[in-house]
């Protein structure tokens, strides 16, 4: 009988372990509610199969080869949008990200005319980039652009071309691409200044902790890990902004203005060379990884907690 009995909870525990294996992939849906489930999941995973999977695998087929590689370093062009790209990310993404933290600081005055200022101030970021970048492009136009005519007409100096040299041109794509984005950037740190609870502030004034104190020892340490979290993403996406360059400078002039993202799709397109355009984007990828790498050991050890 205990032979029997051990048999019974043995065979019981199998049984029980195959139904939670059969369950394990629909959630113990049945019936009616897993064919319903079926029903919402199936076109989700048709559309990420046909426009993420299928893009992102034919990418990395064009871009397998390594005479395109080969290509694309004896190109010329190749090692100046590299520093084009360095200087970009570098300067647009540790500028913008350090005004945005000055300027979060400033909006969270609680005067009215502050807050009203701050709708004006998102503007540029909620305005379409594409109208944007193309309104810009014609203001640096050297003969009869608005900037120009302003210098003229206020101060009588002539304004240089702008988009005629290489670092007046990547001086305007970083310009704009820092006041294009500070503003969402400062939203989001202006909500993270508002998560930090009031009383820790009210604690560092009886110790004698205000104004640059304060935020030395309270406000930053608080804020680090958001901080780190909007570079990395930042850089994520700068890394393939595409629309800055390409519609403030065209990549000019003489081709000097080029980043990756701009490079990619020159080559692909214009020159008709989508191999070797593909590995221009892909060449990206050994300057993100190691910066997300150490960003986020850098954001697991300065983890704060609320």
Known sequence: ?????????????????????????HGGLQGSDRNWALAFLVPYVVLFLAFVLLPVGYGLWLGHRPSSYAALFSDPIYLRTLANTALFIGIGVNLHLFLALLLSGYFMNRNWWVRSLLLVFILPWAVPSIPTFIAIHWMLNGEWGFINNVLYNLFGVEGPSWLNYRWLALGSVIVSYIWKWTPFWTVILIAGRMA?????????????????????????????????ICTLLSTIWTLGDFNTVYFVTGGGPSLSTHVLATLGIRDAFIVNNPQVGMAAVLSALPLLIPLVIILMRKLAKTQVQL
Do not use: C, H, K
């Not at 609870?197 to 804020?223: H, K, M, N, S, W």
């Open 1 to 25: 009988m205990a032979m029997d009995g051990a048999s019974a909870i043995g065979i019981g525990r199998a049984s029980a372990a195959r139904r939670l294996r059969r369950r394990g992939w």
């Open 196 to 228: 930090i609870p009031q009383e820790l502030y009210e604690a560092a004034a009886v110790d004698g902790a205000t104004g640059i104190r304060r935020f030395t020892y309270v406000t930053f340490p608080l804020l680090a890990n958001l901080y780190l």
